[in-house]
């Protein structure tokens, strides 16, 4: 099996609906948060260059597009997400690499971020070179934040005002990385412990507000 992981054209319209079927699916399999995706709007990153997809003898196998904010200062990759007859290969680390790589020529003074749930995902970034980051580090347009609208976890981020949410917000910064290469090694157990103890804070906030609310 031959897996090739290219820029997407035109031609790989034809895998936009099965790419936004697999990333909800995987999401509700996860049981976490997700900003839906339309076919409409995964066409216009293919178009426009800003997007790659990894194809096994011709099929899709895996994808993740690029998104820039406040005129190329902040860049993201979103939408990751590997087909699950290709799982457990390594394809979401090589397809985040050269999708990290491509961002690097695309956007060369950006900082390149991302806020996600998933400890792969972060283990991923870490080895790429981001560190974990208070979400004020990040993007601070509002189009990017209103893309989490459809997310399961939207209002525990507008409780916040944008500062927090169960997402965890990592950042890489290329002129740091020229001054000094940082080394942010991973720690799934402390992540996933930090997790834990935002969820919890999140859930007793909630109950003391509903105790309230009865009373």
Not at 78 to 84: A, D, M, R
Request: with cysteine; charged share 25%.
């Amino acid at each position: 099996m031959k897996i090739s992981i290219v820029v997407t054209q035109e031609e790989h319209f034809k895998f936009a609906q099965e790419i936004c079927d697999t990333i909800e699916s995987s999401a509700l399999l996860r049981g976490t948060g997700i900003a839906k995706r339309t076919p409409e709007y995964i066409q216009k990153k293919m178009s426009n260059g800003d997007a790659m997809i990894a194809l096994a003898d011709g099929k899709f196998a895996g994808f993740c597009y690029i998104e820039s904010w406040e005129h190329g200062k902040f860049v993201a990759h979103s939408g990751l997400i590997v087909h699950p007859d290709y799982r457990s290969l390594g394809l979401a680390k090589k397809i985040k690499s050269k999708v990290f790589e491509y961002s690097l020529k695309r956007y060369p003074d950006a900082k390149i971020f991302g806020i996600t749930t998933g400890l792969a995902v972060m283990k991923i970034n870490s080895e790429l070179g981001y560190k974990p980051v208070p979400f004020s580090e990040l993007t601070t347009d509002p189009s990017f934040w209103a893309g989490c609208k459809t997310c399961t976890n939207f209002p525990i981020l507008q409780s916040k005002e944008n500062k927090m949410c169960l997402c965890t917000g990592m950042l890489y910064d290329p002129k740091e990385k020229q001054k000094n290469p940082p080394r942010h090694p991973f720690n799934e157990a402390v992540l996933s412990r930090l997790k834990k103890i935002k969820q919890a804070l999140f859930l007793n906030k909630i109950l003391s507000f509903v105790f309230l609310f009865k009373i």
